[in-house]
Structure formats: structure tokens, C-alpha cells
């Protein structure tokens, strides 16, 4: 049996939907994980829908991708039949789920960047990504609603809930510097106005953390070293785990239909 | 084992066909604020809402069934209330 | 997902109850007689408040631990068009769940409580879920018959006298409309596949029949219950009377799916009217020593699922705590400012 990983011709805008949505497919893998787990019925309920939300944005931008990329690609392929090394999420996206403190502050450091990041790709230039950005926004926009609640009840809840934060926060910060990130590829789509720079949403990004995180009262980290290579592929060991469980059946049985 | 209790909301929720809210079931909330979310992601799945209350549900009175007779009763024979009671030719139209 | 008629009787003989009572009763009865809808601060016998505390409670947690055989293959799902259906219905289960649990509350008895109940195991939930999802097949089955089964039980109780509960039904029945099409759908795409694929569909279908048939609770003859329930419209219909419809419904599906029931005595009956319209598919004898097992708490995997639940109630302790704690914070400091 032949191996059935594909290959991406990774164009700038290629590479630019496999970033996007390898973050949403990853992240909204990882909130599904908590299924049958929360911490009541009310949050497993919230939990799945930002999980959904995000499955949906990671469709959207692969089907997309597999449309610019022209080779006879699909969500499931690039979902299904890429290896770790192909994968281009942040390393932020795919830290385990931990507790619930831990997956509140990834996915609330995650959405403090991703609601004005996608309001204000309404305005690229390519409408298909505006579109996918104008849904996108709104479901970011309640994730960080939501998640931002949770910060701040966990932050100044019980001595319990704050200690638990605080180490999320302080074992999340390193992975938070990669979302600002972008290389040539990227740049080039920047300066054709097709998508924006990551790095012109940091102010607003840590205003709203700093303001959370305050009402929380829990410590903003100091600037310091932060941990990048999830979008070319340099990622952590977790992922890996992840993929294996995610790819199993399209593994075991290549070119069955589901 | 459980030693957390959560208060009890009531949802009512007001539809896409601009009806006034209605009560759709309630769920469990440290607070307002969560309470509101969780009716939002526990109620409103399949675009069931425009607008969510979120009220309390130790903060409703309710009538006492038992009462039902001394409350309700007497309005039923006020038929004088309903435009049927009166008669109006047909050739003066609709009215 | 589904109640199963596991609850027995325990309401106190007529002649000790004072004549007052018995005339409340008589009046609540005329009541459900003429179809009306009790609500919960209505007056109600005792026992019809505890059967239905029993049988909502029961439902509520057969919902919540039937998330986890479903929820046990969303993070192996084989496309991300099944991996998202898969998610938004095992959500949809968790929120039946809650709605039922409200209906639950309506009768007196907090979310806690019935959840301690759960899991300290004296609260019984559908047998159905004790049994391991082994392959992908078997959410195919799980959404084709588990569903199937469920909807079979669940459109009457839509006309339960307990308005709550109706209301509860009616909403979960609603939603649950796309549940079986999409367990259907995974065992026709996996029949129309490899021959690897088809196979796993067959065994999943062997494993799953016979426990789908138990759940419809003890035949009539050995049902204690059923009785009182039907007169006060809980039931509507027999367990028997319920396994006969799905088994009808059901046998058609299966021979258009290509699989084979596991029931060498599978045979249909016509109509014995005579009138040609109509028939029965007779079954096979159902293994009841398997389902008391089970129902026992010897089935492959209630002690896992019993483990998994309270492993997600215990980890949760502290952010439920969270979220009170700070809730008081909040209050005082309104009421100091």
C-alpha cells in the first residue's frame, strides 16, 4: 500500500489559507477533545460551538486553497493526507488542552487577535477571503466575548482558579509571538493589499489582554522570547500525537470514501 | 461529592418573526453574564433568536394554581369583551 | 438520546390515604383523561411526581452518557464534513441533557442532586450506552438505530401529560430530526465502499441490533409499570408495541443498506386483517439475561463511563467554584460601592 501523502504547490496564497486554516482545524480539534469533559453542561455546550466555528472557518479557507492551488486537492486531503512537517498552524493552536484554564487563555490569546485580525480582512482585496473573514469575525468576536468572561472569572475566582491562570498564562505567553509573525510569502500578499500585516494588530492585540488580564488580576508577562516555527512547519511534539489520532482511518484505508 | 451549586436561570428568548419573548427553558449560571452566554450557545443553536432574557428563576411569582378559579374564572363569562357579542349588519361591511 | 422503561412502582395502596387525597387524585386524573397538560406547581399524586423525577432523570443521564461511545470517534472522524456533523450532534446530546435536567428541576429536585445520582450509580441510564464503539461503523449504527430507537420512544412522550417534559420532547425531538439521517448516511456511504468497508458496517449492525432491541425495556408481560404510566398518559405506548414499530421500520432499511440483520428467526408475517396493506416483522428471541447484566452494571463499559463522567465532574469542581467565588466577589463589591 503507497503511501498517501499529498503534496501542496504552497503559492504565497496557498500557503496563506493553509496557515489560516491549519490554526482553525487545529484549534477547533483540540476544543473537541473536551467533549464528554467540561466543566458543566452549559460550558461543553459553548465549548463545541466555538469548536464548530472553527471546523467551519478551516473548511472555508481549504476549500479555498484547493481552489487557487488547482491540483485536484481537498479540505479532507490537505485536513487528512499531510504529514506534521506539512502542517503551517501556530504553535499557540496546538498546545494540549490541559485544564480548563489552559484552554480558556489559548483560545481567549487566540481570539484577542483573530476578531480584529478577521474585521479587518473584510477589506482585502480577494472577496473570497473577505467573505470568509466576515463570518469569521463574528464568531471570533463572541470567542473573545466569552473566553475574555471566563479569564476574568478564573483570574479572580478562588486562590485555586488564579493559580491555575496564572500558569496558563505564563505557559502560553511564549507561543503568543508567532501570531504577529509574517515572512516573504505572506509579505508579498501584504503588499498587494490581498491580506493584512499580522504584526499592525499587536497594539490592539495587548490592549485588550493587558485590560483582561488586569480585571483578572493576573500579571501580564514581560516581553521575552517567543517560540515561532508552527508556519513552516517547525512544530512541537504534540502535534504529531494529534495528527496520528485525527488521520487514522484515511491513513489505514487510503482512498476510501466517508 | 458535589459541593458547587449553580443557580437556575430562565430563558425566553424572542424569534425571527418579531413575537415577543418567550420562555424556552432555563439552565444553570454563577452569573448574569454567563447566564446570557450560555443561553445564547444552549438555546440558540439553529438561529432560534434575536434577543435573550435571562431572568432569575427564584425571581418569578407565579400565580398559584390552586387559585386558578378566583383568577381566571371570572373573565370567562365577560363575553360583552369579545367584538362576536355584537351584531352588525352585512351590508355595512368589515368592521 | 433516550429513557428506558426500567422504573418499578412504589406508590402507597389506595385504602391508607385520606379520603381528601383521594379526591385531589381523582381530580388530577379527570385531568390528564381529558388531555390536559399538568404543570409543575400543579397538584400531583406523589408517586406520579417520583416516577416522572425517576424516568426524566433517567433520560437526562442517558443523554449526557451517551456522549461518550459518540464523543469517543469525533477526533478520529473521517472527513471534516463528518467530524463537524459528529461534534454538533453530540453537543445536540448534552444539550437534551440539560433540557431535560430543567424539566427534572421543575419537580423539585436540583441539577446536583440527580447529577450525584449519576454518578454514584444508583441512577439508572439507557442500557444501550454500556456497549463500546469500536470502529467508525459504529456511528453509523449508533445515528441509524440508537437514534432510530430513540425517536420511536420519544415522539409520544412529546404528548406526556407532565408539560415540561412534553415541552422538553418536542424541542429535543425537533433537533434530533437530523441525528438518524446522519447515522444512516455513514452506514450507506461505508455499504456503497470497499468491501472492507461494508464489512465493518455488517459488524457493526451485529454488535449494535440486539442491544437496540433491549432498549426498549422488559417485554410487557415482565414490565411492572407500564400500567400506571399509560393511565397517566407518562406512556402512551408499550415497550412491545414500540419494538415492533422500529423493528418495522427498520428491517426495509437494512435490506436497501445490502447488510443482514443478526436474526436467523427474522421472518415477516402479513396482515392478519387480511386487508394486504399491512404486516409484521417477528423476531428472534431477545437475550434478557444480557440486558439485566448490563442493566446490573455489568456491561463492557458502564464502569468506564460511570469513571468518565465523574472524572469530568470532579476536574470541574474548581471552575464551577471559580465562577461562584467570583460571582460573591462581584455582589459585594456592588454593594460596598
Redesign the interface.
Known amino acids: 500500500m503507497a503511501t498517501n501523502t499529498i503534496r501542496v504547490n504552497e503559492s504565497p496564497l496557498v500557503l496563506y489559507c493553509l496557515r489560516r486554516a491549519d490554526d482553525a ?1 487545529v484549534m477547533g ?1 483540540r476544543l ?2 473536551w ?12 465549548l ?2 466555538m ?2 466555528d472553527l ?2 472557518q ?2 472555508s479557507l ?1 476549500t479555498y486553497a484547493a481552489e487557487v492551488e488547482a491540483a485536484g486537492n481537498d ?2 486531503r490537505y ?2 493526507l499531510r504529514d506534521a512537517r506539512q502542517y503551517r498552524n501556530l504553535l499557540l493552536a496546538e498546545q494540549p488542552n490541559g ?2 484554564a489552559r484552554t480558556i487563555l489559548r483560545q481567549f490569546f487566540y481570539a484577542a487577535f483573530a476578531d480584529p485580525y478577521w474585521r479587518a480582512m473584510m477589506k482585502s482585496s480577494d472577496p473570497t477571503l473577505a467573505a470568509i473573514a466576515a463570518k469569521s469575525e463574528k464568531e471570533s468576536a ?1 470567542h473573545l ?2 473566553t475574555a ?1 471566563w479569564v ?3 483570574g ?3 486562590e ?2 488564579h493559580r ?1 491562570a496564572a500558569e496558563a498564562v505564563a505557559h502560553l505567553w511564549p507561543y503568543t509571538g508567532e501570531m504577529f509573525e509574517a515572512d516573504a510569502a505572506e509579505q508579498e500578499l501584504i503588499a498587494a493589499g490581498v491580506v493584512m500585516d499580522p504584526a499592525s494588530f499587536r497594539a490592539e492585540w495587548d490592549k485588550t489582554v493587558s485590560e483582561i488580564l488586569a480585571e483578572a488580576t493576573l500579571e501580564k508577562p514581560a516581553p521575552g522570547w517567543m517560540q515561532k516555527g508552527g508556519r513552516t512547519g517547525l512544530h512541537s511534539e504534540h502535534l504529531g500525537h494529534m495528527l496520528a ?2 488521520q ?3 491513513r489505514t ?1 487510503p482512498d ?3 | 461529592m458535589t459541593k458547587t451549586v ?1 443557580p437556575l436561570w430562565e430563558v425566553f428568548i424572542r424569534s425571527r418573526n418579531g413575537l415577543s419573548h418567550k420562555h424556552v427553558g432555563s ?4 452569573d448574569a ?2 447566564a446570557l ?2 443561553a ?3 438555546y440558540t ?1 439553529r438561529g432560534e433568536g434575536l434577543s435573550i432574557w435571562v431572568v432569575p428563576s427564584n425571581a418569578i411569582t407565579a400565580s398559584d394554581p390552586g387559585e386558578k378559579g378566583m383568577m381566571f374564572e371570572p373573565a370567562e363569562t365577560k363575553i360583552y369583551r369579545h367584538p362576536t357579542f355584537y351584531e352588525v349588519p352585512n351590508e355595512v361591511g368589515h368592521m | 438520546m433516550y429513557t428506558q422503561a426500567l422504573n418499578s412502582r412504589d406508590d402507597t395502596p389506595a385504602a391508607i390515604r385520606p379520603a381528601e387525597e383521594l379526591e385531589l387524585e381523582a381530580r388530577f386524573q379527570a385531568r390528564v383523561d381529558a388531555e390536559e397538560r399538568i404543570e409543575a406547581n400543579d397538584w400531583m399524586p406523589a408517586a406520579y411526581r417520583k416516577t416522572l423525577v425517576r424516568q426524566i432523570s433517567q433520560h437526562a443521564h442517558s443523554e ?1 452518557i451517551g ?2 461511545p459518540e ?1 469517543n470517534w ?3 472522524a ?7 456533523a459528529l ?2 450532534k ?2 445536540d446530546e ?2 437534551h ?2 433540557y431535560l ?1 430543567a424539566a427534572a428541576e421543575t419537580l423539585g429536585v436540583s441539577r446536583e442532586e440527580l447529577t450525584e445520582q449519576l454518578l454514584t450509580g444508583r441512577a439508572k441510564y439507557s442500557s444501550i450506552f454500556n456497549y463500546p464503539t469500536m470502529s ?1 461503523a459504529d456511528i453509523g449504527a449508533i445515528g441509524w438505530l440508537v437514534d432510530g430507537a430513540a425517536i420511536m420512544n420519544q415522539i409520544p412522550l412529546c404528548r406526556c401529560s407532565y408539560g415540561p417534559y412534553a415541552r422538553a420532547m418536542i424541542r429535543v425531538c425537533k433537533e434530533e430530526s437530523f441525528h438518524q439521517r446522519q447515522g444512516y448516511e ?1 452506514m450507506l ?2 455499504c ?3 468491501e ?2 461494508k464489512a465493518m458496517a455488517q459488524d457493526a449492525l451485529n454488535r449494535w441490533w440486539w442491544p437496540c432491541l433491549m432498549m426498549f425495556g422488559p417485554p410487557d408481560a415482565a414490565s411492572q409499570h407500564s400500567d400506571q404510566s399509560t393511565k397517566w398518559k407518562i406512556k402512551r405506548f408499550s415497550n412491545d408495541e414500540l419494538r415492533q414499530k422500529f423493528v418495522d421500520a427498520t428491517v426495509p432499511q437494512a435490506q436497501y443498506l445490502g447488510l443482514t440483520l443478526p436474526d436467523p428467526d427474522l421472518r415477516f408475517v402479513p396482515d392478519e386483517d387480511g386487508d394486504g396493506t399491512t404486516g409484521h416483522w417477528a423476531y428472534g428471541e431477545i437475550d434478557w439475561d444480557e440486558f439485566k447484566q448490563v442493566i446490573a452494571g455489568n456491561g463492557p463499559c458502564n464502569r468506564d463511563r460511570l469513571a ?2 465523574n ?2 465532574h470532579a ?9 461562584m ?2 460571582a460573591a ?1 462581584r455582589r459585594a463589591r456592588q454593594q460596598a460601592a
Not at chain 1, 35 to 46: H, I, Q, S
Not at chain 3, 78 to 84: E, I, M, N, V, W
Open positions: 482545524l480539534h473537541s477533545e467533549c464528554g469533559r467540561g466543566p458543566a453542561l452549559e460550558e461543553e455546550m459553548a463545541a460551538n469548536g464548530l471546523l467551519g478551516a473548511r481549504y479540505e479532507d485536513a487528512y485544564d480548563f463572541y466575548r466569552h468572561e476574568i472569572r478564573l479572580d475566582g478562588t485555586e482558579s491555575r489520532e485525527m487514522v482511518l484515511q484505508y476510501a470514501t466517508w | 449553580t439552565l444553570h449560571a454563577a453574564t454567563l452566554q450560555a445564547r450557545d444552549v443553536r | 449526557i456522549m461518550l464523543g469525533i477526533t478520529r473521517p472527513s471534516l464534513r463528518r467530524k463537524a461534534l454538533a453530540v453537543q448534552c444539550g441533557g440539560l435536567y467508525w455513514i456511504t461505508l456503497r465502499g470497499s472492507e468497508q468518565a463522567r472524572k469530568a476536574e470541574g469542581e474548581w471552575v464551577r467554584e471559580a465562577a467565588a467570583h466577589k
